[in-house]
């Protein structure tokens, strides 16, 4: 019985692994493509008569960056994954295995994505 239990551990903890990886790809892959992104929308400067970038119309994006406020992003299954693995592999399983069933499902797969958020907050306080 110790072996087969010393087992379902070392799957458990290569599931965790697995989805920790995804976590990580999927983040380099969001990365480069914001990368490639900016420099397809990126803008030429224009210059003036002598020659000088504008530096009233620099002056005109900068304010305006400002003056929006930055909208907060949702919350991917690849980060509450992260979170979830992470708090598993430093020996909450059985904790977060309750979270999930909590939120109604058996995988964070079956959570509704509006619910990452709360699922988050307890997982925190783990």
């Not at 530096?55 to 929006?68: C, S, V, Y």
Request: proline share 3%; no cysteine.
């Amino acid at each position: 019985m110790g072996k087969v239990k010393l087992l379902l551990d070392v799957i458990g903890d290569l599931r965790s692994l697995a989805d920790s990886l995804q976590a990580v790809a999927d983040a380099v892959a969001d990365n480069g493509a914001a990368e490639a992104e900016m420099t397809t929308t990126k803008e030429p400067e224009k210059t003036g008569k002598n020659g000088k970038a504008g530096a009233k119309n620099t002056a005109k994006k900068d304010a305006k960056a400002a003056k929006q406020e930055p909208e907060e992003k949702p919350l991917t299954l690849e980060e509450v994954r992260a979170v979830l693995g992470e708090k598993s592999r430093s020996g909450h399983t059985e904790e977060v295995r309750a979270l999930l069933n909590k939120h109604g499902a058996d995988k964070l797969s079956e959570i509704d994505p509006a619910e990452y958020a709360a699922l988050l907050a307890e997982a925190e306080v783990l």
